[in-house]
């Protein structure tokens, strides 16, 4: 059984660029969520994918979008960057939409904007 | 607004020793989760909390669930160094969002 995992691992970018995280899901789930990670902070709900389709979303802007395929793999797309997207962003997934049995995170895509 | 408290936010103790993290939240939830996350790593779910009531224990760490007070606890029993990190509860808002407190960084110290 594989775990979720996340690419790239790190990443720089300059602001005003765009840039696309990627996760694969544990196998066997069927939901991801993304989340935002400040330094010395909790992570921030950014949204959740059930069937390809958004299914519930943090209070983040319009410019944060995201897309799951058929095989439960989910991409994170950021445009417009802005020094405070500056973050570890996490990816989660989960058997049910609601978390019953928990989430499992990947690692992390460390993402500095410049 | 919502709110999830967690105290204390820096905790070191010594080894051998009990103490215990508070996490308050502001919003009615039947459902919390505890994690750890060590330095430069990812989350590590430790504890599912489904109901008012609920309490489960693996190894040294011990949580429970109040929803009635919306408290949740996460109790360390004689600390060993090997508990040293960030402990995270997390309070499930419905939506599939789930709201996580500031953190407890522990230090366990010989």
């Known amino acids: 059984e594989t775990g979720v995992t996340q690419s790239p691992t790190h990443l720089i970018k300059t602001r005003g660029q765009q840039v696309t995280l990627r996760c694969s899901s544990q196998?066997?789930?069927?939901?991801v969520s993304w989340y935002q990670q400040a330094l010395g902070q909790g992570p921030q709900f950014i949204f959740q994918?059930?069937?390809?389709?958004?299914?519930g979303r943090g209070n983040f802007p319009p410019r944060f979008s995201g897309l799951q395929f058929p095989n439960y793999s989910s991409e994170l797309n950021v445009n417009a960057l802005e020094l405070d997207d500056s973050a570890l962003y996490l990816c989660?997934?989960?058997?049910?939409?609601?978390?019953?049995?928990?989430?499992?995170f990947g690692s992390g895509t460390r993402l500095t904007v410049v | 607004e919502l709110k999830v408290e967690q105290n204390p936010l820096f905790l070191s103790m010594q080894e051998g020793k009990n103490y215990t993290i508070y996490c308050n939240y502001s919003?009615?939830?039947?459902?919390l989760y505890w994690y750890r996350q060590d330095p430069g790593k990812s989350l590590e779910s430790l504890f599912v909390?489904?109901?008012?009531?609920a309490v489960k224990q693996e190894g040294r760490l011990m949580a429970s669930l109040d929803t009635k007070a919306r408290l949740s606890t996460l109790h360390i029993t004689a600390a060993v160094h090997d508990l040293s990190a960030t402990y995270f509860c997390?309070?499930?808002?419905?939506?599939?969002?789930?709201?996580f407190g500031a953190g407890t960084r522990l230090t366990v110290k010989p």
């Open positions: 989660a997934s989960s058997i049910k939409h609601r978390g019953l049995y928990g989430y499992t």
């Open positions: 196998s066997g789930h069927n939901t």
């Open positions: 994918y059930y069937r390809e389709e958004e299914n």
């Open positions: 919003t009615t939830s039947d459902r």
């Open positions: 909390l489904l109901s008012n009531g």
């Open positions: 997390a309070v499930d808002i419905g939506l599939n969002d789930m709201r």
